[in-house]
């Protein structure tokens, strides 16, 4: 049998670190991904909600609006019995839609709470995954990034909020760094040319 060698055994070592670190990225990246899809069902699901509620809201409003537009008092004498009717369903609605109103309320906090956490929690995954992609990338950056942006009409807001797609951010630095490189090259062409029209001094002899 063929004896390994250490450096065959090192290499075996970090082959397999490499590919368990790797896997477990892997893995980490498909939860946070799967999280992250169960948390906006969640927002769909309660944002269809929101709508219902404010749906039943507006029937309930138009069904109280009907009542009181009727002259009840007129109506009490020529028909007391009804009109005794309207008046207890026009309690009863108003009653109703001052419960549904109230859990709408807390819904809609709720529910805005939970898309500003979700879009905190997006964005710092994007500053984290491009924190990796991009030497250097932090607040002040980001900042530098965002002003070059404006440079060429895209609203500041707009691209901080683009850190949730990392994507958007990577292409804005290329072109940041682009831009760079050409003001250098022209400045150095400037030098260049600085120094060939330099008139040179003559040397005389004694």
């Known amino acids: 049998e063929r004896e390994v060698t250490l450096e065959e055994l090192q290499s075996g070592y970090m082959f397999h670190s490499d590919?368990?670190?790797?896997?477990?990225?892997?893995?980490?990246?498909?939860?946070?991904?799967?999280?992250?899809?169960?948390?906006?069902?969640?927002?769909?699901?309660?944002?269809?909600?929101e709508?219902?509620?404010?749906?039943?809201?507006?029937?309930?409003?138009?069904?109280?609006?009907?009542?009181?537009?009727?002259?009840?008092?007129?109506?009490?004498?020529?028909?007391?019995i009804q009109a005794q009717q309207l008046g207890f369903r026009l309690q009863k609605l108003v009653q109703q839609r001052g419960q549904i109103e109230g859990g709408l309320r807390q819904h809609s906090e709720q529910l805005a709470l939970m898309r500003k956490e979700e879009t905190q929690r997006a964005q710092e995954q994007g500053r984290a995954e491009l924190a990796?992609?991009?030497?250097?990338?932090?607040?002040?950056?980001e900042n530098k990034l965002a002003d070059f942006g404006t440079e060429y009409g895209f609203d500041r807001q707009e691209i901080l909020d683009a850190v949730e797609d990392?994507?958007?951010?990577?292409?804005?630095?290329?072109?940041?760094?682009?831009?760079?490189?050409?003001?250098?090259?022209?400045?150095?062409?400037?030098?260049?040319?600085?120094?060939?029209?330099?008139?040179?001094k003559s040397l005389r002899g004694s």
């Open 132 to 141: 990796k992609k991009i030497k250097g990338y932090n607040a002040e950056l």
């Open 51 to 80: 709508i219902q509620g404010r749906s039943a809201l507006m029937n309930l409003d138009a069904q109280i609006s009907q009542i009181q537009n009727m002259n009840l008092e007129q109506l009490s004498q020529s028909d007391p």
């Open 166 to 200: 990392p994507r958007s951010i990577e292409i804005l630095h290329l072109a940041y760094l682009g831009k760079q490189a050409l003001a250098q090259q022209k400045k150095t062409q400037k030098l260049a040319a600085g120094q060939r029209t330099k008139p040179v």
């Open 19 to 49: 590919y368990t670190r790797k896997t477990q990225e892997v893995a980490e990246t498909r939860k946070q991904a799967e999280q992250r899809l169960e948390r906006l069902n969640q927002i769909a699901t309660m944002s269809e909600q």
